[in-house]
Nanobody
Framework: EVQVAESGGGLVQAGGSLRLSCAAS????????IGWFRQGPGKEREEISC???????YLSDSVKGRFTVSWDNARNTVFLQMNNLTAEATGVYYC?????????????????????WGQGTQVTVYA
């Protein structure tokens, strides 16, 4: 069974950095995608990034230039490096797995399908 689990959240001062991890396991095929999503207080959940096992990726305009997304060498973990954080980054961060080996949803939408969700990790940015 596919499982994804986030870690690395916490309290950080504005202007600081944080790296989140999404550990992924249980995939049947070698090709899949992992998306990062954020839900701020009182806000809708929004997609921040989507990265495929071959490295192709999407980053939301709201985080470009400050956030980066990458894989570890084994393609088991996706990292979300967040720099120059502002209060707007406060929220619960989720990762989700897109298990379609043909990556049809990504190719059509430059976005991740969300087949499996993690529990989320809280990020709080203070002034």
């Amino acid at each position: 069974e596919v499982q994804v689990a986030e870690s690395g959240g916490g309290l950080v001062q504005a202007g600081g950095s944080l790296r989140l991890s999404c550990a992924a396991s249980g995939f049947t095929f070698d090709d899949y995608a992992i998306g990062w999503f954020r839900q701020g207080p009182g806000k809708e959940r929004e997609e921040i990034s989507c990265i495929i096992t071959d490295g192709r990726q999407y980053l939301s305009d709201s985080v470009k230039g400050r956030f980066t997304v990458s894989w570890d060498n084994a393609r088991n973990t996706v990292f979300l490096q967040m720099n120059n954080l502002t209060a707007e980054a406060t929220g619960v961060y989720y990762c989700a797995a897109d298990t379609d080996p043909l990556l049809g949803y990504y190719l059509a939408h430059y976005s991740c399908r969300t087949d499996y969700w993690g529990q989320g990790t809280q990020v709080t940015v203070y002034a």
